[in-house]
């Protein structure tokens, strides 16, 4: 049974800090590429940020230089450093784990609140 469990998120004022983090079970997780989707009220799930087994990482224009992505291995984890936040970063965050080898596979977790608010 394949897990991904979020946490880290909560209020936070303008120019703060959060760091999101995404433990996963039931995966041999150095074959997933991991991301960070967020979804706003009334928008489309998008992109944030993925990484690579191997660590090559991929941003969305809105969030370069401010977010970070990483990954431990040895931990089943990822991470999502998010720092100078904007209100306009208020979102659900969801983490999803995805690999093509040995056969395709794609997994979602059940999405944490980040709201960025005064």
């Known amino acids: 049974q394949v897990q991904l469990v979020e946490s880290g998120g909560g209020l936070v004022q303008p120019g703060g800090s959060l760091r999101l983090s995404c433990v996963a079970s039931?995966?041999?997780?150095?074959?997933?590429?991991m991301g960070w989707y967020r979804q706003a009220p009334g928008k489309q799930r998008e992109l944030v940020t993925t990484i690579t087994g191997v660590g090559v990482t991929n941003y969305a224009d809105s969030v370069k230089g401010r977010f970070t992505i990483s990954r431990d291995n040895a931990k089943s984890t990822a991470y999502l450093q998010m720092d100078s936040l904007k209100p306009e970063d208020t979102a659900v965050y969801y983490c999803?784990?995805?690999?093509?080898?040995?056969?395709?596979?794609?997994?979602w977790g059940q999405g944490t609140q980040v709201t960025v608010s005064s």
């Open positions: 039931g995966i041999i997780f150095r074959f997933y590429n």
């Open positions: 999803n784990a995805e690999t093509r080898w040995p056969k395709v596979a794609n997994y």
